[in-house]
């Protein structure tokens, strides 16, 4: 199979399931924002994968479900309305990251001011990707009534999840974050 295709070429792209919108198409641009996040996600982890801090282990077995899930949310947000969607979004998906944010905000400094994004280049790329998975939600939200209420859940959820990942990092390897000066 080539990569390239040559069918997008006029400004067009497949759904799942054949159908070709145009490449401005809202779902597109939600799936499509959702793999932009999921790739600012990777960048922050591969900053992480020479040093070692307690807990790294944990956090990257679950950085790889987040990333699968992300690639579910986009398939559901890729499947036009009434098709057979083949990776769901589920609650369990939405209580792994409650449950971890839960735990690693229970081992962060307390908040005692607005956090800035920063902090090492982990901590900022996953800055980075919240704010990406806050575009992704608007998005999926303004497809309407035929997403999924499951995937505007997770998004909204995953955008929480992000910044106490952020503070996480930088917490674990040591680096201050930046706060809003009063």
């Not at 959702?34 to 960048?43: K, Q, T, V």
């Not at 995937?151 to 990092?169: E, K, P």
């Amino acid at each position: 199979m080539k990569i390239y295709t040559k069918t997008g070429d006029k400004g067009t792209t497949s759904l799942v399931y054949g159908q070709r919108v145009s490449k401005t198409d809202l779902r597109v641009e939600a799936y499509g924002t959702c793999d932009e996040a999921n790739s600012m996600i990777g960048l922050a982890l591969s900053h992480l994968h020479e040093l070692q801090f307690e807990g790294k282990e944990e956090l990257e077995q679950v950085f790889k479900k987040v990333q699968t899930t992300l690639f579910h949310v986009g398939a559901e947000l890729a499947t036009p309305a009434g098709k057979e969607v083949k990776w769901k979004v589920s609650e369990e998906d939405i209580t792994l990251l409650e449950e971890t944010i839960d735990k690693w905000d229970a081992e962060n400094p307390p908040l005692t001011n607005f956090v800035l994004p920063g902090g090492s280049q982990a901590g900022a790329a996953l800055h980075v990707a919240r704010t990406i998975v806050r575009r992704a939600e608007r998005n999926a939200l303004a497809i309407g009534e035929d997403v999924n209420p499951l995937v505007n859940s997770y998004l909204n959820r995953l955008s929480d999840f992000l910044f106490v990942a952020a503070r996480y990092v930088n917490h674990n390897l040591g680096h201050g974050e930046p706060t809003l000066h009063q």
